[in-house]
């Protein structure tokens, strides 16, 4: 259950402590040479150890491409890409397989696989398995470009602090373009060095923060989609929640529309040089499962990361008496910033993967 897509699959492998992680891609068309300068500097984003408000952990995260590109061009033959593991501390993991850390996936993972269960750094189920997720993204990204297709993220809320929401019926691709050249990604600076802020108030108090985040694809086609089951909401979600911490997943207004009236979240069509649009973007460029042709708006509710130095209530699997844990080892206050290059991989793979199985020859 490690793969993600059809017609453009992704299998990711490794475990956080593993000697390495990485990524089968099957499915890029032969000739396509992707630009290796961006996909680092892509990765980087996402990268562990290069931000105050990040875990110290140190990972280079460049990718080791075994097979698949020939003198830098996809040949037909699926892509396979590793990325080292160089910086671990498993000693900081020994002992949680009796004391299972709150919030995180130990318990049902022990439960499921006993003993065998890889616990160091929380194993399969690390965010670090994200780092693959993004060399794959990246490659979307570019392929996505060459169609037209923007996709881009911004924080949208840490904890009680929110960034600036543009119109939904009215993103700049130009503004877009200027997020992804940020190293915190917020539409207002201000805004975000407030969410910084915050973040190191938690870090300092042995804590966590959570928030939204915010992506948004420009470009899209009207009607991309299937109905019930295969529209662009259901596959996205079930991609998004693939990603370590998410919490939930909602399209435009999201919950918020539960608050309003008809006439406030309907969205009106009107005619703009011979082309169908809204004036405004509630339902976030999707109904029915299809694409309307306007932005596509998708939020992800991140939760609090759930490795905090504070002491917590666990229980002794040995003894199945209640006890106490505190735990070691080096992680982020806010996952969120870091999840927001994954958060644009995901749904690059996702929407570049339901194009192909529409029209592979779409442009």
């Given at each position: 259950?490690?793969?993600?897509?059809?017609?453009?699959?992704?299998t990711?492998?490794g475990?956080?402590?593993?000697?390495?992680?990485?990524?089968?891609?099957?499915?890029?068309p032969?000739?396509?040479?992707?630009?290796?300068d961006?996909?680092?500097?892509?990765?980087?984003?996402?990268?562990p150890?290069?931000?105050?408000?990040s875990?110290?952990?140190q990972?280079?995260?460049?990718?080791?491409?075994?097979?698949?590109?020939?003198?830098?061009?996809?040949?037909?033959?699926?892509?396979?890409?590793?990325?080292?593991?160089?910086?671990?501390?498993?000693?900081?993991?020994?002992?949680l397989?009796?004391?299972?850390?709150?919030?995180?996936?130990?318990?049902?993972?022990?439960?499921k696989?006993?003993?065998?269960?890889?616990?160091?750094g929380?194993?399969?189920?690390?965010?670090?398995?994200?780092?693959?997720?993004c060399?794959?993204?990246?490659?979307?990204?570019?392929?996505?470009?060459?169609?037209?297709?923007?996709?881009a993220?911004?924080?949208?809320?840490?904890?009680?602090?929110?960034?600036?929401?543009?119109?939904?019926?009215?993103?700049?691709?130009?503004?877009?373009e200027?997020?992804?050249?940020?190293?915190?990604?917020v539409?207002?600076?201000?805004?975000?060095?407030a969410?910084?802020?915050?973040?190191?108030?938690a870090?300092?108090?042995?804590?966590?923060?959570?928030?939204?985040?915010?992506?948004?694809?420009?470009?899209?086609p009207?009607?991309?989609?299937?109905?019930?089951?295969?529209?662009?909401?259901?596959?996205?979600?079930?991609?998004?929640?693939?990603i370590?911490?998410?919490?939930?997943?909602?399209?435009?207004?999201?919950?918020?529309?539960?608050g309003?009236?008809g006439s406030?979240?309907?969205?009106?069509?009107?005619t703009?040089?011979?082309?169908?649009?809204?004036?405004?973007?509630?339902?976030g460029g999707?109904?029915?499962?299809?694409?309307?042709?306007?932005?596509?708006v998708?939020?992800?509710?991140?939760?609090?990361?759930?490795?905090?130095?504070?002491?917590?209530?666990?229980?002794?699997?040995?003894?199945?008496?209640?006890?106490?844990?505190?735990?070691?080892?080096?992680?982020?206050?806010?996952?969120?910033?870091?999840?927001?290059?994954?958060?644009?991989?995901?749904?690059?793979?996702?929407?570049?993967?339901?194009?192909?199985?529409?029209?592979?020859?779409?442009?």
């Amino acid at each position: 259950m490690n793969t993600l897509g059809n017609k453009l699959r992704v299998t990711v492998f490794g475990q956080s402590h593993a000697a390495a992680i990485g990524c089968v891609i099957d499915g890029l068309p032969a000739g396509f040479r992707p630009d290796m300068d961006r996909v680092n500097a892509f990765m980087a984003r996402r990268a562990p150890g290069r931000t105050a408000w990040s875990t110290p952990r140190q990972e280079s995260d460049a990718p080791e491409i075994v097979s698949g590109l020939v003198d830098g061009a996809a040949c037909g033959a699926p892509v396979c890409a590793l990325i080292r593991n160089s910086d671990q501390h498993s000693k900081d993991y020994s002992g949680l397989k009796r004391t299972p850390r709150p919030s995180h996936a130990d318990y049902p993972a022990l439960v499921k696989y006993g003993d065998s269960y890889d616990v160091r750094g929380g194993g399969q189920f690390s965010g670090r398995l994200t780092a693959p997720l993004c060399f794959a993204g990246a490659l979307a990204l570019q392929l996505l470009e060459q169609r037209g297709v923007l996709i881009a993220a911004h924080i949208d809320r840490i904890a009680e602090i929110a960034d600036t929401a543009p119109d939904f019926a009215a993103v700049d691709r130009a503004d877009l373009e200027a997020l992804l050249k940020k190293p915190f990604p917020v539409f207002d600076d201000d805004a975000g060095m407030a969410m910084r802020q915050l973040i190191e108030a938690a870090r300092m108090d042995q804590d966590s923060l959570g928030g939204v985040i915010r992506c948004f694809a420009l470009g899209l086609p009207a009607g991309l989609g299937q109905p019930m089951f295969g529209g662009v909401e259901n596959r996205l979600a079930a991609a998004l929640f693939g990603i370590p911490a998410v919490r939930g997943v909602s399209f435009g207004e999201g919950f918020a529309a539960a608050g309003m009236r008809g006439s406030q979240h309907n969205d009106p069509y009107v005619t703009d040089g011979g082309t169908v649009k809204t004036k405004t973007n509630h339902a976030g460029g999707v109904l029915g499962g299809m694409t309307t042709g306007m932005p596509l708006v998708v939020n992800l509710c991140v939760k609090p990361t759930a490795s905090i130095s504070r002491e917590q209530e666990t229980v002794d699997l040995e003894t199945m008496e209640n006890t106490s844990l505190v735990i070691r080892g080096r992680h982020d206050p806010c996952i969120v910033p870091r999840a927001v290059p994954v958060a644009e991989a995901v749904t690059a793979l996702t929407l570049l993967d339901m194009i192909w199985e529409e029209n592979e020859t779409w442009s």
